[in-house]
């Protein structure tokens, strides 16, 4: 048969589109077309295709000409994660594998020129689409990203190390084939891969490494328990980082669906690890990047860092010295969990429900109201510095925090700090007592939600109104004021939102002009 089809997918977003990569054998002059949208990667597998073949052993029909389309034409194919399939498809039009027998298989992988199988990205994402879509197809994969695919539940993964270990599972009948692919000893080079359960391979630092502070670390737990973003504000060398750093280990535990969903977009940078399965992220973009760095985009599109951060910890260390168009473009994403990346071509959707830690000096010289040194900033300057971050976007910042610095014999005589694993269990149980009451975080409540599950006292109801009017808030940053109470209440165990609840929320709102 000189027609041959075989199955792949691309990449687009956290989605998976189907690719039918169809090769086509006819006489002629000899030749070798690839058509279909294909990148600069993708146009560059003629040549890996061809010694890949040729160093196997394998025929490579020379005096043919082969006609390779990327199904469907208007989508655009990138990476070299098409090398695999044409291969396949190749041999199936020359009749040196069956084509039949690769119905019910999709395969992605990148061929070296000896016929070896390297990893290529996205291989997570595009089970964790075949799961979403219910779709019933075995992939076919190489190490690394075969191990990937595999952590999705019910995922029928096969990993292959050669492409002759490919070959071999689809030989014509009377080739010595089997009838069809086989388990394998795991370390032989065709081997089936199952789910493994979820469990956390590596470890949080542990909070107890930062002495004092105990404002800042109820802050911390105010903000893990309810998913709200926190400002740390102090001079340099109290803790800030240190803090920041930390945050992901007082979390609750990821469930199934929060670690696939983190891993799949480390997937489509190459950036996952199984070291780091089942581990909140954490993500520190230095302040010189831009707003695609952090929001994602490019051609095509791909994840930023706040979308990498997905059911983590999203970490902006000098909040003012990042651009200001980078941190205007966060507003959006800070509210609505997602960021759509929009191009003439086409649109891609990330996930980024993030928790948002910034850390800032209260001044140029990071010294304003620090008892160890005296600050040489005038107040222009204070103000002008302070002035980089906007209005809005410190209305949805919900705690700010102030971080004093340590003296000396405080730092070096203070005991160990409260661990790790006690406020994460206080934390989880506050997310309990929120979700079963309303099926998510309390920085997630909208309108109406608001007023039925906040259970605001009276007397707590017209202190709010009192203290909001006074300071002069938005509405927006009543609001957040309000979920914050809430959260205090859910750690302190109150079905009710009471006025004491109310008053620690508000002195979380007051460390920067317009906050």
Same mark, same amino acid.
């Given at each position: 048969?000189?027609?041959?089809?075989?199955?792949? !997918?691309?990449?687009?977003?956290?989605?998976?589109?189907?690719?039918?990569? =169809?090769?086509?054998?006819?006489?002629?002059?000899? +030749?070798?077309?690839?058509?279909?949208?294909?990148?600069? =990667?993708?146009?560059?597998?003629?040549?890996? &295709?061809?010694?890949?073949?040729?160093?196997?052993?394998? @025929?490579?029909?020379?005096?043919?000409?082969?006609?390779?389309?990327?199904?469907?034409?208007?989508?655009?194919?990138?990476?070299?994660?098409?090398?695999?399939?044409?291969?396949?498809?190749? /041999?199936?039009?020359?009749?040196?594998?069956?084509?039949? !027998?690769?119905?019910?298989?999709?395969?992605?992988?990148?061929? +070296?020129?000896?016929?070896?199988?390297?990893?290529?990205?996205?291989?997570?994402?595009? +089970?964790?689409?075949?799961?979403?879509?219910?779709?019933?197809?075995?992939?076919?994969?190489?190490?690394?990203?075969?191990? =990937?695919? $595999?952590?999705?539940? @019910?995922?029928?993964?096969?990993?292959?190390?050669?492409?002759?270990? &490919?070959?071999?599972?689809?030989?014509?009948?009377?080739?010595?084939?089997?009838?069809?692919?086989?388990?394998?000893?795991?370390?032989?080079?065709?081997?089936?891969?199952?789910?493994?359960?979820?469990?956390?391979?590596?470890?949080?630092?542990? /909070?107890?490494?930062?002495?004092?502070?105990?404002?800042?670390?109820?802050?911390?737990?105010?903000?893990?328990?309810?998913?709200?973003?926190?400002?740390?504000?102090?001079?340099?060398?109290?803790?800030?980082?240190?803090?920041?750093?930390?945050?992901?280990?007082?979390?609750?535990?990821?469930?199934?669906?929060?670690?696939?969903?983190?891993?799949?977009?480390?997937?489509?940078?190459?950036?996952?690890?199984?070291?780091?399965?089942?581990?909140?992220?954490?993500?520190?973009?230095?302040?010189?990047?831009?707003?695609?760095?952090?929001?994602?985009?490019?051609?095509?599109?791909?994840?930023?860092?706040?979308?990498?951060?997905?059911?983590? &910890?999203?970490?902006?260390? @000098?909040?003012?010295?990042?651009?200001?168009?980078?941190?205007?473009?966060?507003?959006?994403?800070?509210?609505?969990?997602?960021?759509?990346?929009?191009?003439?071509?086409?649109?891609?959707?990330?996930?980024?429900?993030? *928790?948002?830690?910034?850390?800032?000096?209260?001044?140029?010289?990071?010294?304003?109201?620090?008892?160890?040194?005296?600050? !040489?900033?005038?107040? =222009? *300057?204070?103000?002008?510095?302070?002035?980089?971050?906007?209005?809005?976007?410190?209305?949805?910042?919900?705690?700010?925090?102030?971080?004093?610095?340590?003296?000396?014999?405080? /730092? /070096?005589?203070?005991?160990?700090? @409260?661990?790790?694993?006690?406020?994460?269990?206080?934390?989880?149980?506050?997310?309990?007592?929120?979700? *079963?009451?309303?099926?998510?975080?309390? *920085?997630?409540?909208?309108?109406?939600?608001?007023?039925?599950? &906040?259970?605001?006292?009276?007397?707590?109801?017209?202190?709010?109104?009192?203290?909001?009017?006074?300071?002069?808030?938005?509405? !927006?940053?009543?609001?957040?004021?309000?979920?914050?109470?809430?959260?205090? $209440?859910?750690?302190?165990?109150?079905?009710?939102?009471?006025?004491?609840?109310?008053?620690?929320?508000?002195?979380?709102?007051?460390?920067?002009?317009?906050?």
């Amino acid at each position: 048969m000189s027609l041959a089809l075989v199955q792949s !997918r691309a990449l687009l977003g956290l989605q998976a589109p189907p690719v039918t990569v =169809e090769v086509h054998l006819a006489n002629g002059l000899p +030749s070798f077309t690839l058509v279909g949208l294909a990148d600069v =990667e993708v146009k560059e597998a003629r040549e890996r &295709v061809r010694s890949a073949l040729q160093n196997a052993g394998l @025929e490579f029909p020379h005096n043919k000409r082969i006609t390779v389309n990327l199904a469907p034409a208007d989508l655009p194919k990138d990476s070299g994660r098409f090398d695999l399939p044409i291969a396949l498809g190749i /041999l199936a039009a020359s009749g040196q594998i069956e084509g039949a !027998r690769l119905a019910g298989y999709e395969f992605a992988g990148e061929l +070296s020129l000896s016929g070896e199988l390297r990893p290529v990205r996205g291989s997570l994402a595009t +089970s964790l689409a075949l799961r979403n879509g219910q779709i019933a197809a075995q992939l076919v994969l190489p190490p690394g990203s075969a191990e =990937e695919a $595999a952590l999705v539940p @019910e995922a029928q993964v096969w990993r292959a190390r050669h492409l002759l270990d &490919v070959v071999r599972q689809f030989l014509p009948p009377g080739s010595g084939a089997a009838d069809g692919p086989a388990d394998a000893p795991p370390d032989g080079g065709w081997a089936r891969l199952s789910a493994q359960p979820l469990q956390a391979t590596g470890s949080y630092a542990d /909070l107890a490494d930062v002495k004092g502070q105990a404002g800042a670390k109820r802050a911390l737990e105010i903000a893990a328990a309810g998913n709200h973003s926190l400002l740390l504000v102090g001079p340099p060398g109290s803790g800030k980082s240190m803090l920041a750093q930390r945050f992901a280990g007082v979390l609750p535990a990821m469930t199934v669906d929060e670690a696939l969903e983190s891993a799949a977009v480390a997937s489509l940078t190459g950036r996952f690890a199984l070291s780091h399965w089942a581990l909140r992220p954490t993500c520190s973009p230095h302040h010189t990047a831009s707003a695609v760095a952090l929001v994602g985009g490019g051609s095509p599109p791909r994840p930023g860092e706040i979308s990498l951060a997905h059911h983590g &910890v999203l970490f902006l260390d @000098e909040l003012p010295e990042f651009p200001r168009a980078a941190l205007e473009a966060l507003r959006e994403p800070l509210e609505t969990g997602h960021i759509t990346i929009a191009r003439a071509a086409q649109r891609a959707d990330f996930p980024a429900r993030f *928790q948002m830690v910034a850390a800032m000096n209260p001044c140029p010289c990071g010294y304003r109201g620090a008892a160890q040194r005296a600050c !040489r900033c005038s107040p =222009e *300057q204070v103000a002008r510095y302070q002035g980089k971050l906007s209005g809005p976007l410190l209305d949805r910042i919900d705690l700010h925090i102030e971080v004093p610095a340590l003296p000396a014999h405080e /730092l /070096l005589g203070a005991p160990p700090g @409260e661990g790790t694993a006690a406020i994460r269990e206080r934390v989880a149980q506050a997310r309990q007592r929120s979700t *079963q009451r309303q099926g998510c975080a309390n *920085q997630a409540l909208q309108g109406q939600a608001i007023d039925t599950h &906040v259970l605001l006292d009276p007397a707590a109801a017209q202190f709010l109104q009192t203290a909001a009017a006074r300071l002069g808030w938005s509405a !927006r940053a009543t609001h957040r004021a309000l979920k914050v109470a809430r959260t205090i $209440a859910d750690l302190a165990g109150a079905q009710h939102t009471q006025v004491a609840h109310v008053a620690e929320a508000m002195q979380y709102r007051s460390m920067l002009r317009g906050a």
